[in-house]
């Protein structure tokens, strides 16, 4: 049976972090759309430069933008057994395309846990965090999780940098982003009972743990 992991939350709750755990642990890819557009980033085509334009902003990618950027992705032979999502779906439009899409592989989403933190706390994460520049899902938090030289990622040595949208303005906005467009995802996940709170504020281990737990239950059920 293949697993569809979404992990919802706002920025800076650690979904990256985690999806990068529990791909690595479960054996299958962690899908991130953020990802995805930055990897677009020096592209020479309008589409690319629209995007990073968007990013920039701190606005949302248009759903059939971001539907068809996923649809390419779960069509790659190592996403048949399952995905973790982070970052996707954003807005109900794209939860309803991502039901449809499975739809087609015989699949649908298992788990939705929602990596809960405050507003605050969040915002702070944000503008103390650092990616590798080579690989950006080696992410590091100078208050919680640096790097063991400053600057230089341990897995492979390369320079990091910090995002182009983890300002302090663009973190605030795409938070906002997130109550407005994102939070009516917690009442379709809800409904469905596949959605369960996990607090974000403890440690990255601990977070992890809590959602293996969360994994192993809906195996046995
Ligand atoms: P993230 O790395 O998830 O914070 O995403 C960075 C930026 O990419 C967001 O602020 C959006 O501009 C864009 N983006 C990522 N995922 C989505 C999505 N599912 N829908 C629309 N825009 C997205």
Redesign the pocket.
Known sequence: MATYIILLGM?GAG??TQAAVLSKRLGVPHV????L??AMEGQDSDLARQ?QA??K???????DI?VAV?RQRLAAPDAANGAIF??????LP?AQALDALLAELGAEVSLAPLLTLDREEAIARISARWECTLDPTHVYNMRTNPPKVPGICDIDGAPLRQ?P?DTPE?AAK?ID?FFEKTAPLLDYYRARGILHEVDAAQSIEAVSAALLQLIEAKGRA
């Open positions: 920025q979904k990256g991130t759309t953020g990802g557009f930055r995007i968007i990013m902003r701190g606005d949302l990618v248009p759903d971001t996923v982070d970052g996707f779906p954003r807005t794209q995002r949208d663009a795409r982003t």
